[in-house]
């Protein structure tokens, strides 16, 4: 395909891109153009060698588009304007939270104070960074139900991995040698993944008929070598667990320890605690729960707090309020059997103070309401579906549920990812889909709290017509051939990610 330059933009006839088709930088770059220009006057030439050992020089230049600074910007604004994004509308993918945030929380954190701190300036000269840091700490102990926490870790999964190390930690100091940790057939991808790289083996227990840990089978399979059991409540169905004290006890009588995912901490924040519920570990994911935007890599937080018992092994340094010379100072301590760093400096700083930002913002009753209106939107849209799209776990759900287009497909072959890609057409992200794997041509939905009556109901009714949609052969093509009115058409995302395309020169077709 051939595109021409035209006043900035690119003409094209490709009738699979729209009116027009965005050129890749490189089509942009002309030899010899730059995106900056030095003074060269009374500035002498001085050739790379003689500022950089020839060791380190390069026999041919790197293959760097060559661009102005107009086209530079003019590019990637054209680009950001493709891009759907929780500013633009809904985005309701189960499991992660893609909520709207307030811009509030985004200027405290590009605080001078705050943003321009570097990582190694002495505690002294940053009492209020470790302040911010310490009251953050005592937040997140009183929403979990916990006595101590660490902020290093960066994300969910470092935190699972944080978790883990401290609770291997634990049982060697009491010299126990334990080989397995459980996990639910329903639980996130990166539990498994963590149990395997902290050295553990993942040993799975099924859900039984209401979507919820199946607790005559985990009996079965608890003994002397569980470390531990993995598991968020509400569960990835959008499920609370009912037996969650039975579950807790049960694997504290053969000495284990409970795990709590914190990936659906926004459902209950203000309503139960996981440490109430015997939970001895717990991880937060400040990037879904307290404002920061979630999506595109990163960044993240994910805080691992812990009881009392678990406190002296938590990653150091941590900050904590100490009298010296008579006076209330802030210092860098190391917990007594800390396990050691797991992140540089002290994590993702600038994402601690949004999630301050938000918790005081909004206050104790302000979080409640968080959660309240999770549950209440995500309730009212799949009962307004429910009649389109097979609900396997009709009960009252938390924050998401998990509808299925397994009817749609057997009656007119009209799959989950169908309706995913139309939904683009119609103004909305896609949900998730097929995952957790325990539900056949699986939409797991979220709406979060942050979405209106109205938006919801235009949600509901988008669901509600693509399913009409796929009750016709007509409707049932169009299904199939979406999205039509995006930039691009559907991808073939398997082959993408299997042959990705990393070179412009590299001939392809796909």
């Not at 035209?6 to 153009?33: C, D, N, Y």
């Not at 990653?315 to 800390?338: F, H, Q």
């Not at 995500?378 to 609900?391: M, P, Q, V």
Request: contains cysteine.
């Amino acid at each position: 395909m051939e595109n021409k330059i035209v006043g900035g933009g690119v003409a094209s006839s490709s009738p699979l891109v729209g009116k027009s088709s965005e050129p890749t930088i490189f089509e942009l770059s002309v030899a010899g153009r730059t995106a900056y220009s030095l003074r060269s006057t009374e500035v002498p030439k001085r050739d790379l060698s003689e500022s950089v050992p020839q060791d380190f020089v390069r026999d041919t230049p790197i293959d760097l588009p060559e661009v102005s600074e107009r086209d530079l910007v003019a590019h990637f604004t054209r680009l950001s304007s493709r891009q759907y994004s929780v500013d633009l509308g809904a985005y309701p993918l189960g499991s992660c939270t893609m909520k709207y945030n307030p811009k509030f929380a985004d200027a405290v954190a590009n605080m001078a104070g705050i943003a321009d701190v570097h990582p190694l300036t002495p505690a002294r000269q940053v009492q209020g960074w470790l302040e911010l840091m310490v009251l953050l700490e005592r937040y997140i102990c009183e929403i979990t139900g916990m006595s101590e926490a660490t902020l290093q870790p960066a994300a969910g999964a470092a935190g699972e991995l944080t978790g883990l190390l401290i609770m291997g930690a634990h049982h060697r100091a009491c010299g126990n040698k334990r080989s397995k940790v459980i996990i639910p057939d329903s639980s996130h991808g990166t539990n498994p993944a963590s149990v395997t790289l902290s050295g553990y083996e993942a040993v799975t227990v099924p859900s039984n008929d209401r979507g919820l840990v199946d607790l005559e089978h985990l009996k079965k399979v608890l003994d002397d070598e569980v470390a531990g059991m993995m598991l968020t409540n509400p569960n990835t169905l959008g499920l609370f667990e009912e037996e969650i004290y039975e579950i807790a006890q049960a694997v504290h009588e053969v000495g284990g320890l409970m795990y709590y995912d914190g990936a659906n901490l926004n459902a209950i924040m203000g309503i139960s605690r996981p440490g109430d519920m015997g939970f001895d570990i717990v991880h937060s994911n400040l990037h879904k729960t307290f404002a920061t935007p979630h999506g595109g890599g990163g960044p993240g937080a994910g805080p691992v707090a812990v009881t009392a018992a678990l406190a002296p092994y938590l990653p150091g340094p941590k900050p904590a309020l100490v009298s010296a010379d008579g006076a209330n100072v802030y210092r860098w301590t190391i917990p007594e059997r800390s396990i050691g760093k797991v992140h540089g400096f002290f994590g993702n700083a600038v994402v601690l103070a949004r999630a301050l930002a938000y918790m005081l913002y909004n206050g104790s009753d302000g979080l409640k309401k968080v959660s309240q209106h999770a549950v209440l939107n995500a309730n009212w849209l799949r009962h307004k579906i429910s009649e389109s799209f097979e609900i396997p776990y009709p009960q009252l759900c938390m924050h998401e549920f998990v509808a299925s287009a397994h009817g749609l497909r057997r009656e007119g072959g009209v799959r989950a990812l169908d309706i995913a890609k139309a939904l683009l057409d119609e103004g909305f992200h896609s949900p998730t889909v097929y995952f957790p794997l325990v539900v056949e041509e699986a939409l797991m939905m979220e709406p979060t709290e942050t979405e209106s009556y109205q938006t919801l109901a235009v949600l509901a009714e988008r669901l509600n017509e693509l399913a009409g949609f796929a009750k016709t052969s007509e409707g049932q093509a169009k299904l199939h051939a979406a999205p039509i009115n995006t930039p691009t058409r559907r991808l073939d995302e398997a082959l993408a990610a299997r042959k990705p395309r990393l070179n412009f020169d590299q001939p392809s077709n796909h």
